[in-house]
């Protein structure tokens, strides 16, 4: 008898054994993946700042048109501003 609990305590823990070690390497593994998207966010690649680039570029050259078509005093004004600022520089 003694023999059989000993022999189904053994045999128990081998075939827990995978679960435990998935059990404790679960919260290394989700670690490293929240340090690898950590880093992902934070680094940005050079297409990424030229996107932020041109898109500060179309901001400031469209705060510019409405500026110059708020201050037209006529109909010609406004129309130069449009041209102006539509361009393909």
């Known amino acids: 008898m003694r023999a059989f609990s000993i022999l189904s305590v053994a045999l128990v823990s081998l075939m827990l054994s995978g679960c435990v070690t998935k059990v404790i390497t679960a919260p290394f593994r989700a670690a ?47 129309r130069n501003c449009k041209d102006a600022y539509n361009r393909d520089d």
């Open 32 to 78: 490293g993946t929240v340090v690898e998207t950590a880093v992902d966010a934070t680094t940005q690649s050079q297409s990424e700042r030229e996107e932020d680039l041109g898109r500060k570029v179309l901001a400031d050259r469209k705060k510019q048109r409405d500026l110059c078509l708020d201050e037209a005093q006529n109909k010609q004004e406004r």
